[in-house]
C-alpha cells in the first residue's frame, strides 16, 4: 500500500491509499475512532474498480491527524501480531 498525501494541515489530514480495500479502511477508521481526539474519521471510494480509498482524519488540536494515525496503526499492528500468534500456536 501507499500514501498520498492531499492535504496536510494542524487538525485534517486526506490522503489517498493506494492498493487498500474496504477491509483494510474499515478496520483503520474504526481504530481511529478508539482514539479520543479524533473528530472525523472516515473514508470514500468514488468508484470501487479505478478509484483508491481516500481518508479524512480531523482532530480536536490535541494531537495532530498524523500522530492519531501512527497511534491507530500501532495498535492495529499489536492486534495482528496477538492474533497471527494466537491463531498459529492453534493450528
Not at 478509484?51 to 498524523?66: Q, V
Request: hydrophobic content about 35%; overall charge positive.
Amino acid at each position: 500500500m501507499e500514501a498520498k498525501v492531499t492535504e496536510n494541515k494542524k487538525n485534517k489530514l486526506i490522503f489517498e491509499l493506494k492498493g487498500a480495500d474496504h477491509t483494510v479502511c474499515n478496520i483503520l477508521k474504526t481504530e481511529l475512532w478508539n482514539d479520543d481526539h479524533v473528530k472525523t474519521a472516515t473514508y470514500s471510494i468514488k468508484h470501487p474498480q479505478i478509484s483508491s480509498p481516500e481518508f479524512i482524519i480531523e482532530t480536536d488540536g490535541s494531537a495532530t491527524p498524523k500522530s492519531a494515525l501512527t497511534s491507530a496503526v500501532n495498535r492495529l499492528k499489536k492486534v495482528s501480531d496477538k492474533f497471527r500468534k494466537e491463531i498459529t500456536s492453534e493450528l
